[in-house]
Structures are given as structure tokens and as C-alpha cells.
């Protein structure tokens, strides 16, 4: 069985920190296409960025210079750093993984940026 746990999600000013962990279980985070997404209220889920099994990245153009996706193979858990945040960058984030034509989501954790 899959599962994708969030964590990290938390209230920051603008301008701050955050660091997202999403630890996977039933599933490789290293052998399969891992992502985050976020959804804000009255918007559609939108892609925040994804990693490759080799490694390659691909990231929204709003979040391009101050948001790195990553992951620890040992730990089976991916992560996504995000820097200089913005009010707009408020949403629930999901984690989502990709196995086989199979798509596996979390539950989300939710990130809110106060100006």
C-alpha cells in the first residue's frame, strides 16, 4: 500500500522559510517521478515542481529561483525548499508520486503566508 505523508506546512511572514517533507512509503522515492503541487481557495491544483528518477527537475515558473525540490534516498522522503515566500504561495500542498500509470496522492499540509 502507498502512502505519502506531508509534513512541515506552518503560518510564515513574507519573506521567510519553509520546508516541506513528504516521507513516502510503498513506493520509492528515488526509482519513480515524485512532485508537489498546492491548491489555494477557489483555484485548481497546480504544479509546484517534480523530480525524475535520475534527478532531473522541473519547477512552476512562479516559484523558479526560490523553491528546490529534492529527496533522500535513505530516508524515502522528499522535500521541497521554499525561500523568499510570497502571499501567493498560500495553498495546501500535496505530494504527489507517479508509479507505473498509477498516481498516488498525500493529504496535504497547509502553508499560509501573512504580509
Known amino acids: 500500500q502507498v502512502q505519502l505523508v506531508e509534513s512541515g506546512g506552518d503560518l510564515v511572514q513574507t519573506g521567510g522559510s519553509l520546508t516541506l517533507s513528504c516521507a513516502a512509503s510503498?513506493?520509492?522515492?528515488?526509482?519513480?517521478?515524485m512532485g508537489w503541487y498546492r491548491q489555494a481557495p477557489g483555484k485548481q491544483r497546480e504544479l509546484v515542481a517534480t523530480?525524475?528518477?535520475?534527478?532531473?527537475?522541473v519547477y512552476a515558473d512562479s516559484v523558479k529561483d526560490r523553491f528546490t525540490i529534492s529527496r533522500s534516498n535513505t530516508k524515502n522522503t522528499v522535500y521541497l525548499q521554499m525561500n523568499s515566500l510570497k502571499a501567493e504561495d498560500t495553498a495546501v500542498y500535496y505530494c504527489k508520486a507517479q508509479r507505473w500509470g498509477s498516481t498516488y496522492w498525500g493529504q496535504g499540509t497547509q502553508v499560509t503566508v501573512s504580509s
Open positions: 510503498g513506493i520509492s522515492a528515488s526509482g519513480n517521478v
Open positions: 523530480i525524475s528518477a535520475g534527478g532531473s527537475t
